[in-house]
């Protein structure tokens, strides 16, 4: 007998009460993002590397570690997709969407990373994933940031979910923070982290969001991003929070919180909530007004948030399997065509609905009773016909019986 084949590491079947709480994440999200009418995106799951590569920095983790690559049978270096933004702006240039603009785009799927698989992540995890591009307004940030509220409201988990909000500024304060940022690492670089000596070079705003003690000691008395704010900039924070309050958005100033690749620019932020454990980060996003520029494309605009859909799950806690709304009960096997009937005239009205032919009579009345529907409906023979009567309360009942009778 041969060896029945396991799941890959750091891939999941998803069953149950679990599959009903993703579903209900991805439909929620749906429903949100037509009532902010963002479009519906379809991406491919595979890109060629360099989307990625350039995108993402050549020297980031997610490039030099953790991202699924294959050379292809025309020698093509293509790369499963580790996040939704960098398609999503290969897309807007390659496609001819700039026309569109400003575009809301909205989307979800699967994402793989090579990593150690931890709580609620995984090597094949899912995302749902918001953009605006093409628009440099405030208002912008602030409608994808009380989207991802109202997400969160209408998920019902909002509770101990907090909204951190940073400002990395324009590009000039940026440079200028950065370079006050090396200048004082570097006096410390000895007593640094391995990891925080070799970000010091490429990446030392990373090093502000770093969780190694040696790091956080130094930390605390970095240079802050509002002593390089430009007037510019900080109009610009200033209108992101108003807007956030008029919307009625509680938030949070976090100044550590960064993004380390050079095209993000302004806002920063994260949905934060200590019910998952350490890995707390349940939506985060940012703008990223450079990132057109990187794949070859005009300056952009562009702003937009990811969630993984596994851990919003995990804070929905597990939904049980739906309950039909009319149980359809043959009860003389001579009916059951009159039965499958019946079955499809209740879904035809938006009813759900479940038929039972198997077993004893007794046994499918009592099959019935268990699945708790709202109404149930017998089909029996009386005189040589079929004969339908109904058990329910209140409109289900006298609604079925109209479509039955």
């Given at each position: 007998?041969?060896?029945?084949p396991?799941?890959?590491?750091?891939?999941?079947?998803?069953f149950?009460?679990?599959?009903?709480?993703?579903?209900?994440?991805?439909?929620?999200?749906?429903?949100?993002?037509?009532?902010?009418?963002?479009?519906?995106?379809?991406?491919p799951?595979f890109?060629?590397?360099?989307?990625?590569?350039?995108?993402?920095?050549?020297?980031?983790?997610?490039?030099?570690?953790?991202?699924?690559?294959?050379?292809?049978?025309?020698?093509?270096?293509l790369?499963?997709?580790?996040?939704?933004?960098?398609?999503?702006?290969?897309?807007?240039?390659?496609?001819?969407w700039?026309?569109?603009?400003?575009?809301?785009?909205?989307?979800?799927?699967?994402?793989?990373r090579y990593?150690?698989?931890?709580?609620?992540?995984?090597r094949?995890?899912?995302?749902?994933?918001?953009e605006?591009?093409?628009?440099?307004?405030?208002?912008?940030?602030?409608?994808?940031?009380?989207?991802?509220?109202?997400?969160l409201?209408?998920?019902?988990?909002?509770?101990?979910?907090?909204?951190?909000?940073?400002?990395?500024?324009?590009?000039?304060?940026?440079?200028?923070w950065?370079?006050?940022?090396?200048?004082?690492?570097?006096?410390?670089r000895?007593?640094?982290?391995e990891?925080?000596?070799?970000?010091?070079?490429?990446?030392?705003?990373?090093?502000?969001?770093?969780?190694?003690?040696?790091?956080?000691?130094?930390?605390?008395?970095?240079?802050?991003?509002?002593?390089?704010?430009?007037?510019?900039?900080?109009?610009?924070f200033?209108?992101?929070?108003a807007?956030?309050?008029?919307?009625?958005v509680?938030?949070?100033?976090e100044?550590?919180?960064?993004?380390?690749?050079?095209?993000?620019?302004?806002?920063?932020?994260?949905?934060?909530?200590?019910?998952?454990?350490?890995?707390?980060?349940?939506?985060?996003?940012?703008?990223?007004?450079?990132?057109?520029?990187s794949?070859?494309?005009?300056?952009?605009?562009?702003?937009?948030?990811?969630?993984?859909?596994?851990?919003?799950?995990?804070?929905?806690?597990?939904?049980?399997?739906?309950?039909?709304?009319?149980?359809?009960?043959?009860?003389?096997?001579?009916q059951?065509?009159r039965?499958?009937?019946?079955?499809?005239?209740?879904?035809?009205?938006?009813?759900?609905?479940?038929?039972?032919?198997?077993?004893?009579?007794?046994?499918?009345f009592?099959?019935?009773?268990?699945?708790?529907?709202?109404?149930?409906?017998?089909?029996?023979?009386?005189?040589?016909?079929?004969?339908?009567?109904?058990?329910?309360?209140?409109?289900?009942?006298?609604?079925?019986?109209?479509?039955?009778?």
């Amino acid at each position: 007998m041969s060896k029945t084949p396991q799941a890959i590491r750091g891939t999941q079947d998803i069953f149950g009460a679990e599959a009903e709480a993703f579903a209900h994440v991805v439909e929620t999200f749906e429903r949100v993002r037509r009532l902010y009418r963002f479009r519906r995106v379809e991406m491919p799951v595979f890109e060629r590397t360099e989307v990625f590569a350039r995108s993402l920095g050549e020297t980031t983790d997610v490039v030099s570690k953790e991202m699924y690559s294959f050379e292809d049978r025309g020698g093509e270096s293509l790369t499963l997709r580790p996040e939704f933004t960098a398609g999503i702006a290969r897309a807007y240039l390659t496609d001819g969407w700039r026309q569109y603009a400003p575009l809301k785009l909205a989307t979800d799927g699967p994402i793989f990373r090579y990593e150690r698989p931890q709580k609620g992540r995984y090597r094949q995890f899912h995302q749902i994933d918001a953009e605006v591009i093409g628009a440099a307004e405030p208002q912008a940030d602030v409608e994808l940031l009380a989207m991802a509220d109202q997400l969160l409201k209408e998920l019902g988990i909002a509770d101990g979910v907090t909204l951190q909000l940073n400002t990395l500024g324009d590009g000039d304060s940026r440079e200028a923070w950065r370079a006050a940022l090396v200048d004082y690492f570097a006096a410390h670089r000895a007593e640094l982290s391995e990891d925080s000596q070799d970000r010091l070079e490429r990446n030392p705003l990373r090093i502000l969001d770093s969780k190694d003690p040696r790091d956080r000691a130094f930390v605390a008395d970095a240079p802050k991003i509002d002593d390089y704010l430009s007037g510019e900039a900080q109009n610009f924070f200033g209108a992101v929070t108003a807007g956030l309050d008029a919307a009625g958005v509680a938030w949070t100033r976090e100044p550590s919180l960064v993004r380390g690749l050079d095209y993000y620019r302004h806002t920063a932020f994260e949905f934060v909530t200590d019910r998952l454990g350490a890995q707390g980060t349940v939506i985060g996003g940012g703008r990223y007004d450079g990132l057109m520029e990187s794949l070859g494309g005009p300056a952009t605009p562009a702003v937009g948030w990811a969630a993984g859909i596994e851990r919003l799950a995990m804070l929905v806690g597990e939904r049980g399997d739906p309950v039909a709304d009319v149980v359809v009960v043959v009860e003389d096997d001579a009916q059951f065509a009159r039965g499958v009937a019946a079955v499809a005239a209740v879904r035809r009205e938006g009813l759900s609905a479940e038929l039972v032919a198997s077993g004893s009579p007794r046994k499918r009345f009592d099959k019935a009773v268990k699945m708790g529907a709202g109404a149930i409906a017998s089909v029996s023979t009386v005189d040589g016909a079929a004969k339908i009567s109904v058990r329910a309360e209140g409109t289900l009942a006298a609604r079925v019986e109209s479509l039955l009778r």
